[in-house]
């Protein structure tokens, strides 16, 4: 995914907190010669991936707002390949990463539900959102060792 500077521009709907939406002068690409981008292209990328799935699901918002809306359950692989293809647009893409985040942020915007305590959740919620983007780290720590010869 692109990297963000700390302050997002839009304000809360309800009591969401605030929403991650960027100007595109504020986003930063991946640069090319990164470990990030040595790392997501190791062919053990993909299924190690799997693991980071089932960690983003572990966050509470992710889970509430993955149940009523994926459709992981009914089509995995097809969910697994839209996500791979849309990691890898972050990270190679250039400028089409910067379409990406926001075709990303306008297909999850409307994703929004009231939790099992009743309190209005959204799957643009920073604290998850910055969740999905941790989970990266172990996986891509096991990808890294994953490979012949490391």
């Known amino acids: 995914m692109t990297a963000v500077h700390d302050e997002p521009t839009t304000a809360a709907l309800e009591d969401t907190g605030r929403l991650i939406n960027h100007r595109d002068d504020e986003i930063e690409l991946i640069p090319p010669d990164s470990l990030t981008a040595q790392l997501t292209g190791l062919y053990t990328f993909l299924p190690i991936n799997g693991a980071a799935f089932v960690m983003q699901v572990m966050h509470p918002v992710i889970g509430d707002v993955v ?67 941790a989970t990266a780290f172990p996986t891509m720590n096991t990808a890294a060792t994953a490979r012949p010869g490391s």
């Not at 089509?75 to 190679?92: F, K, M």
Request: zero cysteines; glycine letters at 8%.
């Open 67 to 133: 149940d009523k809306y994926s459709v992981f359950r009914t089509d995995p692989l097809g969910r697994a390949i839209r996500s791979a293809d849309s990691v890898l647009r972050w990270t190679y893409g250039g400028q089409e990463a910067l379409e990406e985040g926001k075709r990303l942020r306008k297909l999850h915007q409307p994703l929004q539900t009231r939790n099992a305590e009743g309190k209005h959740i959204s799957a643009l919620n920073p604290e998850a959102y910055a969740w999905v983007i």
